[in-house]
């Protein structure tokens, strides 16, 4: 698979994700989704271990719909965002699913303020027809050991 | 001085506490400086040489177990010129080094020896430079609290009837005890420490307003459909206890329990806490919510978790969230609690942030001053005042806020601490 089609899949994504579009958004997930951000450090166990952000697909489909409803007062009014995806690598290429690594930095905008939030996504992509869906997808923010304000849009 | 007596009237209090850089000045010498303050859970250390490092208050302290096995607490603060001693935020040590002249101490506080000793004067006496002890440590179930103070009230004085209620929620653990090795979601606001507080306890009146599509979603999820505590107001839930402590004592408040079959290790679980507090207890604790408490003035215990308020400045807090599993549960049920955790809880929670949101915007309003009052009248005419000073009031009442205050008020207007003295 050529990598170009990596990266447009991860542009893709993070496109949908700052537009706030969020069924598009959902419809990249597999019906076996883990989508997971660690608390604290980057290689917790989050059986024994909180983290930000640990949803299955029920719970993926949850946060869709709370976004979605119009009642998240960190979104009224929306945040404006835009994030660059960077430093892409396949590290790991099997037959029918492919782990990359890649960098984000995003900048918020809302409330008179700009937030900047920046880490690592693992993304685990699973061939599906000519793209891809996202299996596995964990987010290493560089602050998951600070105090940060909330994360109410997606990451 | 500010006079907080006048900006504290029974059901109205003034919007300057909120915002005024001068309360939270004197509040860090009257409250944070002054009385008992959580700073960690024994299950945090268990073994000799553990430590976490916390704050109280503005100041920085190290809560360690030596190698003695005594849990001490130490201000983070070399005594040779004032350096952190510690800067990490937990491990294990058997000595704490100062990074800047390599001062060490060992984890009981005791300084091993000057470096270059021979530059010091014979009679430099190393007793007299260990790491300064916070002078009162006690602590409860596990809870540990410090005091910057040496003199004031004792630990269980303090915690007087608020004691009931944290056993009630111990008692979720089948062996009475639990297990706080979590990690801690951290998270900063825009607002005064006391909205959180506040808000924390009385999320039956604010709930259906910003919680709808949250608890919604939980009900379906868990089965537990919460909606019947604001659809039917329920009376001796709220309570306010001597102190300045909170509770939303839900022990009459049954809620419906979910239709489904509970899991195997449900199952297990409910067997564990019959055998431990027989049938009828072991049915009240499964088919109630546990108590919500608020120990005066940082401690919270919320469902999932243990929450931790910490003042940056009048109008900066930070907040800890550090879920609890209950030891000699079956790990299945732990599980589901930290899952159930994440789902409310956290910057990415369904809950919290909506009242973070709510705490941000009412710092910004409280700036305008057309009426400078602040109304918590919801329930005082129906006041249930017990003999030892509690009240009680209906499940949307405001009898533990006005509680808090007036207990607030009285600890500003004592005395303030003695400013500490030069000398060792």
């Given at each position: 698979m050529p990598d170009s089609q990596v990266e447009h899949f991860l542009y893709h994504e993070a496109r949908l994700m700052d537009e706030s579009r969020y069924e598009e958004w959902l419809d990249l997930w597999s019906e076996d989704a883990l989508y997971w951000v660690p608390c604290n450090d980057d290689d917790i166990d989050p059986a024994r271990h909180v983290s930000i952000i640990y949803d299955d697909r029920e719970r993926l489909v949850q946060r869709v719909d709370r976004l979605k409803s119009g009642s998240v007062l960190a979104q009224q009014p929306k945040p404006r965002m835009r994030r660059l995806i960077s430093n892409i690598e396949i590290v790991e290429r099997g037959s029918a699913q492919l782990t990359v690594h890649s960098n984000f930095i995003l900048g918020v905008a809302r409330g008179g303020t700009q937030q900047i939030w920046a880490g690592r996504s693992i993304h685990e992509l699973r061939s599906q027809g000519d793209s891809f869906k996202i299996a596995r997808k964990t987010v290493l923010l560089i602050e998951n050991d600070q105090e940060i304000p909330l994360l109410q849009f997606l990451i | 001085m500010i006079d907080v007596g006048n900006l504290i009237q029974g059901t109205r209090i003034h919007g300057s506490l909120y915002r005024d850089p001068s309360v939270f000045a004197r509040e860090l010498d009257a409250i944070w400086y002054k009385v008992w303050v959580y700073v960690g859970h024994e299950s945090e250390i268990p073994r000799p040489g553990d430590f976490v490092r916390r704050a109280i208050g503005l100041q920085p302290v190290i809560l360690v177990r030596g190698a003695d096995g005594k849990i001490r607490v130490f201000f983070n603060r070399c005594r040779h010129r004032g350096n952190m001693v510690c800067h990490l935020e937990h491990g294990n040590a058997a000595a704490f080094r100062c990074p800047y002249h390599g001062w060490t101490y060992t984890n009981n506080g005791a300084l091993i020896e000057p470096t270059f000793s021979e530059g010091y004067d014979a009679g430099l006496r190393k007793e007299d430079f260990g790491l300064t002890p916070l002078p009162r440590v006690d602590s409860y179930r596990g809870l540990i609290f410090a005091s910057v103070s040496p003199e004031g009230i004792s630990l269980d004085e303090h915690l007087g009837g608020v004691k009931e209620f944290i056993d009630l929620f111990m008692d979720l653990s089948p062996s009475g005890e639990i297990d706080v090795r979590t990690g801690i979601q951290k998270l900063r606001y825009a607002g005064n420490w006391k909205f959180m507080p506040e808000n924390s306890m009385e999320g039956d009146y604010h709930g259906p307003f910003i919680h709808k599509v949250a608890f919604a979603l939980h009900?379906?999820?868990?089965?537990?459909?919460?909606?019947?505590?604001?659809?039917?107001?329920?009376?001796?839930?709220?309570?306010?206890?001597?102190?300045?402590?909170?509770?939303?004592?839900?022990?009459?408040?049954?809620?419906?329990?979910?239709?489904?079959?509970?899991?195997?290790?449900?199952?297990?679980?409910?067997?564990?806490?019959?055998?431990?507090?027989?049938?009828?207890?072991?049915?009240?604790?499964?088919?109630?919510?546990?108590?919500?408490?608020?120990?005066?003035?940082?401690?919270?215990?919320?469902?999932?978790?243990?929450?931790?308020?910490?003042?940056?400045?009048?109008?900066?807090?930070?907040?800890?969230?550090?879920?609890?599993?209950?030891?000699?549960?079956?790990?299945?049920?732990?599980?589901?609690?930290?899952?159930?955790?994440?789902?409310?809880?956290?910057?990415?929670?369904?809950?919290?942030?909506?009242?973070?949101?709510?705490?941000?915007?009412?710092?910004?309003?409280?700036?305008?001053?057309?009426?400078?009052?602040?109304?918590?009248?919801?329930?005082?005419?129906?006041?249930?005042?017990?003999?030892?000073?509690?009240?009680?009031?209906?499940?949307?009442?405001?009898?533990?806020?006005?509680?808090?205050?007036?207990?607030?008020?009285r600890v500003m207007s004592l005395p303030a601490r003695e400013p500490a003295r030069a000398g060792a």
């Open positions: - | 009900s379906k999820r868990t089965g537990f459909d919460v909606s019947s505590l604001y659809k039917n107001e329920i009376p001796d839930v709220i309570r306010s206890i001597p102190g300045g402590h909170m509770v939303e004592d839900y022990r009459k408040a049954t809620i419906e329990p979910p239709k489904r079959e509970p899991s195997p290790a449900r199952q297990a679980y409910a067997a564990a806490l019959e055998r431990r507090y027989g049938p009828q207890k072991a049915a009240q604790l499964l088919t109630t919510i546990a108590p919500l408490i608020y120990v005066f003035p940082n401690l919270l215990y919320l469902m999932t978790h243990i929450r931790v308020v910490q003042p940056v400045s009048v109008d900066e807090t930070y907040v800890y969230y550090q879920p609890v599993l209950l030891k000699d549960a079956p790990d299945e049920i732990n599980v589901g609690r930290l899952r159930d955790h994440e789902f409310m809880f956290g910057a990415a929670g369904f809950i919290s942030p909506d009242d973070i949101e709510i705490m941000e915007r009412n710092q910004i309003a409280l700036h305008a001053a057309g009426n400078e009052w602040l109304f918590i009248g919801r329930g005082a005419h129906r006041d249930k005042v017990l003999p030892d000073g509690s009240s009680i009031g209906h499940t949307m009442d405001e009898n533990h806020i006005r509680g808090f205050w007036q207990h607030y008020g």
